[in-house]
């Protein structure tokens, strides 16, 4: 007897116990979840493009030998700044002073045959006012006393040749700019048949970014920007953000200079050329970057977080809604491109609505929450 009713206390025990578990169980289930969400807000917004891009020098300038010889010097720091007009490289002077030597030699000459030729024609034409000579004689020698001062035109032109390409001797720089690496040592002829060249000049500040931009991005652009959906930016109003090698940001803002007229018939894109300022030479010609670029304005643009946005197994992105009575809805919106750690969204939402950023994980369409926005600042609260 007293083992059943032992038994049946520990049964009812159970029961209670298993009873109380199941309804903690069901208040647990049924406890809405806490969300923080924000308040969507109609506000101007960049319309921005991340385009990729090869950095390229403003002006380049390749340092030849303008005449032949053999290098006799470099004067030069390789990878220094230089200035226009600094002397880079000497090349042997002494065959082209024999030349404008030579070239003074028959210039002499041909200022005395020019004089002779001149009193020549004094005399006849003294002459031929007595008729002591045929007009034929006369005729001659004032057709010698030109050709005389013509040859000596000729060799004055010479001259001048001589002593300039004697000058091309000592090579300066055409621009300013950071010079490469020497092409050429000391000893080596340059300038034989062809004009040789010594070394690499670019001006690296500011520097340029060719970007690149399908027509039918360019297009869509223009669609918008007629039809009034966006607004056009002034100029020198485009701003341009470089994205570094590991994805910062390049910390000196650039700006868009112009847009190609001329589209690649191989790839189908046109080429829009930025320039960024470069005081520490941290961007090189040649690399490829990635660039965003500003191109218009959206007066009444809806943007949200990134982590507000899922994406469902078709890679569709999603957001959860909120509604006047706390309930979730799943909304498939449409993405354009990223404004600093936002996206903003083409369609999809609308001012006002109300979007979970924080318990997305938690939260289940048709189910209640809890708004709880305690841990989110105010700014981003109200979607700004």
């Not at 220094?80 to 002499?108: M, N, T, Y």
């Not at 009193?119 to 031929?128: K, N, V």
């Not at 690296?204 to 931009?213: A, G, K, R």
């Not at 000196?252 to 894109?269: A, E, H, N, R, Y």
Request: net charge neutral; aromatic share 4%; glycine share 8%.
């Amino acid at each position: 007897m007293y083992r059943k009713l032992r038994f049946a206390s520990g049964s009812l025990v159970l029961v209670i116990i298993v009873s109380g578990c199941t309804q903690a169980s069901d208040t647990l289930e049924t406890a809405p979840v806490k969300v923080s969400i924000e308040t969507l807000e109609a506000r101007p917004l960049s319309v921005s493009s991340e385009l990729t891009g090869r950095i390229v020098a403003p002006r380049m300038a390749q340092v030849r030998a303008r005449v032949a010889g053999v290098v006799l010097k470099s004067v030069f720091a390789q990878g220094s700044e230089v200035k226009q007009g600094d002397v880079l490289f000497h090349i042997d002077p002494a065959p082209l002073q024999s030349d404008l030597d030579s070239a003074l030699a028959g210039l002499k000459r041909a200022q005395a045959d020019a004089s002779r030729a001149r009193l020549q024609e004094q005399r006849y034409r003294r002459l031929i006012s007595g008729n002591a000579i045929s007009a034929q004689e006369y005729d001659n020698t004032l057709a010698a006393a030109q050709q005389a001062e013509a040859d000596v035109a000729a060799h004055q032109a010479m001259v001048q040749r001589a002593r300039l390409n004697l000058s091309y001797s000592t090579v300066t720089a055409p621009i300013s700019g950071r010079i490469g690496r020497a092409l050429v040592t000391e000893g080596a002829l340059v300038g034989q048949n062809e004009s040789t060249p010594l070394a690499l000049i670019q001006q690296l500040n500011p520097i340029h970014v060719d970007l690149t931009q399908s027509t039918r991005e360019l297009n869509e652009l223009r669609r918008a920007l007629r039809s009034g959906q966006l607004q056009q930016l002034g100029p020198d109003q485009a701003k341009a953000t470089l994205l570094q090698d590991d994805g910062s940001l390049y910390p000196l803002p650039g700006k868009l200079l112009f847009s190609d007229i001329t589209v690649d018939p191989g790839t189908g894109q046109i080429i829009l050329r930025s320039e960024f300022p470069n005081p520490d030479l941290d961007l090189l010609p040649g690399s490829f970057v990635r660039v965003q670029l500003e191109q218009a304005i959206d007066q009444r643009g809806i943007s949200v977080p990134q982590r507000s946005i899922m994406r469902n197994s078709a890679g569709l992105a999603q957001v959860l809604l909120v509604d006047d009575e706390l309930r979730v809805s799943l909304k498939t919106v449409q993405l354009g491109a990223v404004n600093h750690d936002r996206w903003v969204v083409t369609h999809g939402l609308k001012s006002g609505d109300r979007i979970v950023v924080e318990g997305l994980q938690h939260a289940r369409p048709g189910e209640k929450v809890v708004i709880d926005n305690s841990a989110l600042p105010l700014a981003q609260a109200s979607g700004q």
